[in-house]
C-alpha cells in the first residue's frame, strides 16, 4: 500500500480541506503535501515517509477534522481496469496490506460528474464482495469493529484502493448519513439539526442528552426546522425570531416564541439543557454569544452555524474554536468541542459544545 491519504469533502472545499490535514498532520509530526483539484469532491495527502499514511489514519481522531468526511489510507491510482476483468487488479492490491475488513464500500467523490459512476459501483460491489471474501481479505459477515475496505472510484474504470480504521472513520457510505425529510418539516435545515445529533452525539447516549422534557432554547429559530426536531424529541422549546413559527409548532403546546433579537435574549428558564442558534451572522459575534451562555451556565450543550468567511477560511475557523475553548478554560470551564461541516450544511460549518463540568457555581439573574 503506497503512503497516501484520501479525504473526502464537499466539492468546492478542496482547498480547506487539504490546509486542515496539512496542520493536523504536522501537528503529529507527519509531513507531506495535499493535491487539490478545485471542485473534485477529495483531497489527495502524500506523506514523505512509509508507514505515515497508516499513522494518520490511526492517529489523527476522525472527529477532529472540520473539512473531511471519510479519511482513507490508499494505494496508488489504478489506471484503466480492464472491462473484463476489474477485480484482479483491486484483489492484488489489498493482498498482504488487509485480512478480515468487516465492510467493502465502492464509492465515488461527491459530485454531479460521479452520479453516474456511482450506478456502475452499486453493481461492481456485489462481485467484488464475493472474490474478497473468497480471499479472505474480507470476512464472511460485516463486522464493525474491523478496518473498512474503500475503493473509489474518480473515473470509469480508474479507481484508489484502500482501507480505513472501523474506530476512527466515518460509519457513513462516502461519509454522507442519508436522512429523510420529515414530510411536516417546516423547512429543510431541519436536516442540519438532526445530522449534528447524529454526528456529535453517540447513539447510546440520545435517550441521556436528547431526552425528553428537556428545556432548550433556538435562536434564529423561523420557520422551525430546528425548532421541530427538539419538539420531535419532546423537549419544551423558546423560540426566538422576529419571523413567523409555523403554526403546525406552535399548536404542539411545546413552544413558545419570542419575536426580539437573539443577541439581547436572556432565558425565561433555569435548567436548561440545549442551546441551539441557525443566525446568519458574523461568525466571531455567533462564537461570543455562545461562549456568554456556556460561561453564564445558561445552557449545558449548544449546537451552532458558524458562517464560513471569504478567504483563509481553514484558518479563521480554527482560531474563532481556539479562542472558544482558551476562553472557557480560562474561566475554569471544561468542554468537550467539536466542529464539522455536514452534509447539509452549505457555506458554514456546525459546531457542537458541551459543558463537562465548571468550577465555579454560575451566577444566575
Ligand atoms: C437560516 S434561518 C433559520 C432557519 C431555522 N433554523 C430553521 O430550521 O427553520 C435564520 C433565521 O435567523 C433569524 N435572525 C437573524 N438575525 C437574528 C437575530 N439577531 N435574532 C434572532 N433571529 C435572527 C432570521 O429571521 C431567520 O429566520
Sequence with gaps: MNNNIILYCR??????????????????????????????????????????????????????????????????????????????????????????????????????????????CRKFTVPLRHALRQQKILLLKENHQRPVIHIFFIAAGCCYVGYSYAKNNSPFFMGIPRLKLPADAPSRSTLKLEEAFHLF??????EERLASGMKAVDLGACPGGWTYQ??????????????????????????RHYRIDGFKFTPHTKNITWLVCDVVEKPAKVAALITDWLLKGWCREAIFNLKLPMKKRYQEVSHILHKISLTLIENGINAQIQAK?????????????????????????
Design 201 to 206: 452525539i453517540p447513539y447510546d447516549e440520545w
Design 11 to 120: 466539492s468546492g472545499f478542496e482547498k480547506e480541506c487539504a490546509a486542515e490535514i496539512t496542520d493536523k498532520a504536522t501537528q503529529i509530526g507527519v509531513y507531506g503535501y495535499a493535491k487539490v483539484k478545485d471542485n473534485s469532491g477529495y483531497v489527495l495527502f502524500e506523506c514523505y515517509q512509509a508507514t505515515d499514511a497508516d499513522r494518520l489514519a490511526k492517529e489523527i481522531p476522525f472527529a477532529t477534522l472540520i473539512f473531511a468526511r471519510q479519511l482513507v489510507v490508499v494505494s496508488n491510482l489504478l489506471k484503466d481496469l480492464p472491462s473484463n476483468d476489474r477485480i484482479s487488479p483491486i484483489v492484488t492490491v489489498l493482498q498482504g496490506v488487509i485480512e478480515r475488513a468487516g465492510e467493502l464500500r465502492v464509492e465515488v467523490p461527491d459530485t454531479n460528474e460521479s452520479k453516474e459512476l456511482l450506478k456502475f
Design 230 to 255: 427538539l419538539v420531535k424529541r419532546s423537549m419544551m422549546v423558546d423560540a426566538v425570531d422576529n419571523g413567523p413559527m409555523a403554526e403546525s409548532l406552535m399548536q404542539t403546546g411545546q413552544v
Design 341 to 365: 461541516q455536514l452534509y447539509h450544511d452549505r457555506e458554514e460549518i456546525t459546531v457542537h459544545v458541551r459543558r463537562i463540568w465548571s468550577a465555579s457555581i454560575p451566577e444566575r439573574d
